[in-house]
């Protein structure tokens, strides 16, 4: 079933596929699709499936027939004896009837085709939390970018209502400048988020595989993701995550390599037959035939302690690969559950923030009510007027944030792109 989905993934694109035209607004799914397409460390693990495909189907040759066909001339003489020629003709065949090593050769193959099936399937869960990530980036840049003129638009009513204050002698000299300092260093800070945009529309660009800039939008914007895991479920989880069943094929790869090296010193059976015509015309009439088998028997082919030195090194090696394996899903597991408690963290600081930020705008509408009737002082104000500043923008942080450790949750599960 896991073969395949791959294989369907694979036939819908093509290997090398032309560039896709890009809407100037993009939803995720828009993302995804066109990443499908573009990204080119995506096309060039879809080539590598192919190679490894058709060396596996090159190497079940080995227990097919083997026919060749052979046409020669050849004229000779000497000082003794006038010159003649002789012409042959012949046809061959040979196949393997017993040999255990080259049954190992193709299970190998078969198992690195497997093996790079699962990889592509792990660059398509790698590529998904690239493109969610930069996406997300720009959801992020283009709400901080409103957010910063909201913040100027504050900055500024506050400089004009200091001034006002001052100029009727109201307020000090000090205050007037700090309002009007903290209005110009909100043009910078809005400034800073125009460039953030750009940055993150160049980073979306790249990932969805284009070297084009264009000025696209993401469809969006920042909420707080409902993502629930049943922690009691991860172990079984972890066997269907193709970075597993990658590692997997590689102790597979292992296991074979170690019989195979076992092989070594089991007999091999090969038939051989031959048909041949030879005589002093081109097309020659007299015939011979030859029809056997042949059984070979190593002993000590490679050399008195190869077998025993390679069937253990073969062993070592699959002991080492157990433990590999072992490890990845010991650190999987515990990777999943950290950053699953990091959503639910950064997830519930989000909810606690959107209540704080409703809260101080509706205090900073009050503080300038206040204000205007010198029921507070400008250092009351400013508090409140900076108190609302910093929940909208840590507001949007903390939204990111869940977003963003969702997202690395489902790539430690393999989600792949598309999903």
Not at 91 to 101: G, N, Q, R
């Amino acid at each position: 079933m896991r073969h395949t989905l791959i294989l369907l993934v694979l036939a819908a694109l093509p290997l090398t596929a032309p560039a896709a035209e890009i809407p100037s607004e993009l939803t995720l799914q828009d993302c995804a699709q066109i990443a499908l397409a573009n990204n080119p460390a995506l096309s060039a693990q879809r080539n590598s499936i192919e190679q490894a495909k058709y060396s596996y189907l090159a190497g079940l040759n080995v227990y097919y027939p083997q026919i060749g066909l052979s046409h020669s001339f050849n004229r000779s003489g000497s000082q003794t004896s006038s010159a003649s020629s002789r012409w042959s003709a012949g046809i061959s065949a040979s196949e393997k009837i017993f040999d255990l090593k080259a049954l190992s050769t193709i299970r190998s193959s078969r198992l690195s085709y497997e093996k790079v099936e699962e990889d592509y399937l792990d660059q398509l869960a790698g590529l998904r939390q690239s493109v969610a990530n930069a996406f997300l980036t720009l959801i992020y840049a283009q709400e901080n970018l409103k957010a910063q003129k909201r913040i100027l638009e504050i900055r500024e009513q506050n400089a004009k209502l200091i001034q006002l204050h001052y100029d009727s002698g109201m307020e000090s000299r000090g205050n007037m400048m700090y309002s009007s300092a903290l209005s110009e260093q909100a043009k910078t800070d809005l400034a800073r988020a125009e460039r953030s945009v750009d940055s993150a529309r160049r980073g979306l660009l790249r990932t969805l595989g284009t070297a084009d800039y264009k000025p696209v939008t993401a469809k969006g914007e920042l909420s707080l993701p409902d993502f629930t895991l049943s922690l009691d479920g991860i172990r079984a989880a972890l066997e269907n995550i193709p970075q597993v069943r990658s590692q997997e094929k590689s102790l597979e790869t292992l296991k074979e390599r170690m019989l195979s090296s076992k092989f070594d010193a089991v007999p091999t059976l090969t038939a051989s037959q031959s048909v041949g015509w030879s005589g002093a015309t081109e097309f020659p009439g007299s015939r011979s035939w030859s029809f056997g088998f042949s059984l070979n028997l190593p002993l000590f082919s490679n050399g008195l302690t190869y077998f025993a030195n390679n069937t253990k090194a073969a062993s070592a090696a699959l002991k080492s690969g157990q433990e590999s394996l072992r490890d990845l899903k010991i650190g999987l597991e515990n990777d999943i559950i950290t950053s699953y408690n990091g959503y639910l963290n950064a997830r519930d600081s989000a909810a606690a923030i959107a209540a704080v930020f409703k809260a101080n705008e509706e205090r900073y509408k009050e503080s300038q009510i206040h204000y205007m009737a010198g029921q507070i002082s400008f250092i009351d104000l400013e508090n409140i007027e900076q108190s609302l500043v910093d929940s909208q923008l840590n507001q949007l942080n903390l939204l990111k944030n869940a977003t963003s450790t969702k997202i690395a949750v489902e790539n430690l599960l393999g989600v792949g792109l598309g999903k």
